[in-house]
């Protein structure tokens, strides 16, 4: 299986700060690489597929990069709706693997 | 819009084979057009795939727990369901069904149910 190794675990920061999370895998994946925000009690939504395209919908404040195995998640001025945990996903092989979650917190 | 709705029993006992059903609407299974899986999240944790299938029968499992799930389709309901055999306590967790869209040979969730909690409990 693809290993998923997402940094930080949890993150505080304010509204309209600038945040990035990382995620890296245990082998290259090109760029299957898929971004979810998940809010408490609630199913995962998909914000970033193939590392940098933004699912419809979602605010342009969003973006993701990379490529291999290293990849960013990153959020451009916060805002209060953004405060959440994060997961990346590989879609290289199965098994579809997960990161362990980012949570963003209100500092 | 596409809506997923899982259904099925929130408490089981240990040793049981529960049945989670997944009913889609506003667009077709067999429509070809996406995959459609099982993923589910153990109370706080992360998230874990359990498994997807094509409506032409094709399926792909986690093998870590592959000798105990199946999962199936009834196309004339625009249903599919999975069965998780010899449950126990680690089986605890929500499960989620999700479409799974595929671009440029990638596949990513794109539309999920609103997840149900199974405890495994005696």
């Known amino acids: 299986d693809i290993q998923m190794t997402q940094s930080p675990s949890s993150l505080s920061a304010s509204v309209g700060d600038r945040v990035t999370i990382t995620c890296r895998t245990s082998q290259s994946i090109s760029t299957y690489l898929n971004w979810y925000q998940q809010k408490p009690g609630k199913a995962p939504k998909l914000l970033i597929y193939?590392?940098?395209s933004l699912q419809s919908g979602v605010p342009s404040r969003f973006s993701g990069s990379g490529s291999g195995t290293d990849f960013t998640l990153t959020i451009r001025s916060l805002q209060p709706e953004d405060f959440a945990t994060y997961y990346c996903?590989?879609?290289?092989?199965?098994?579809?693997?997960f990161g362990q979650g980012t949570r963003l917190e209100i500092k | 819009q596409v809506q997923l709705q899982e259904s099925g029993p929130g408490l089981v006992k240990p040793s049981q084979t529960p049945s989670l059903t997944c009913t889609v609407s506003?667009?077709?299974?067999?429509?070809?057009?996406?995959?459609w899986s099982w993923i589910r999240q153990h109370p706080g944790k992360g998230l874990e795939w359990i498994g997807e299938?094509?409506?032409?029968?094709?399926?792909y499992y986690n093998p870590s727990l592959k000798s105990r799930v199946a999962i199936s389709v009834d196309t004339s309901k625009n249903q599919f369901s999975l069965k998780l055999s010899s449950v126990t306590a680690a089986d605890t967790a929500v499960y989620y069904c999700a479409r799974v869209s595929y671009y440029d040979s990638s596949g990513f969730f794109d539309c999920w149910g609103q997840g149900i909690l199974v405890t495994v409990s005696s």
């Open positions: 193939v590392a940098s």
């Open positions: 996903q590989q879609s290289y092989s199965t098994p579809y693997t």
């Open positions: 299938f094509y409506y032409s029968g094709s399926t």
């Open positions: 506003g667009g077709s299974i067999s429509s070809g057009d996406y995959y």
